[in-house]
């Protein structure tokens, strides 16, 4: 998995996951006892979205989309700069502005909660040692020199609030998906192999998890359907 396509895949990943750490963004799963329906967020809002057992709000759907944002401003520097994988990085581009930031963001959260929903069906969630070492590294690793949008975020939330809670809970759901993406592709030999058996694991997840819009004008002009047609034309792109 050393070819041009597994460091492009690596790279989708790393989009995904990498830039929630990076913000630092986790929403609560909040039930009700007696029905099992998510009623609360995070922030303590009513939900504009359910996705499987996670409550989503208003805040953290435009956090989202900030995520996106920032993840072409990324690329877009990277192009400027001459990186190896501009053609990529532009059509990954193209991609985005083609479905629209809004349901790449959408997609994003489904793709995100439905992975992590298997990894723990699967019995792929890390220990608290594993996650609380996790955290102290890359703390340590921060204290060192961060990106100035990430110190902001980090900032605003309140630093022992930021590496004390909302950290550890995204390195739990980023360490549970990547083991879950490793146990997926452990035994195939060539690139297409491992992504087909991904995508299909992809597909399991997306079709074992329920997604109800419960505002659609705090979510619009996002749409479930477009956001899971971009999902689609989006594991098709990081094949090539």
Sequence with gaps: MTSARARRRLVLIGFILISALAIGITSTQATDSSSGTARVTADGTPPVAIIGDEAVSATEFKQQIGIVNSNINYMQGQIDVGSQSSTFLQGFIDLIHAHG????????????????????TRG???????????????????????????????????????????YPETVRRDMATQALWQDTIKGKTTSADAYAAWNEVEQQALDATPVSILDANAIAPATTAAALDYLHDYWQFSEQ
């Design 124 to 166: 792929f969630v890390p220990t608290d040692d594993a996650v609380q070492a996790k955290v102290a590294q890359d703390k340590q690793l921060a204290s060192q020199g961060i990106d100035p949008g990430t110190a902001a975020y980090i900032a605003s939330v309140g630093a022992d609030r930021f590496w004390n809670t909302l």
């Design 101 to 120: 930031v809004e349901n790449v963001a959408l997609g994003g959260m489904i793709e995100n909660q439905a992975l992590y929903q298997m990894a723990v």
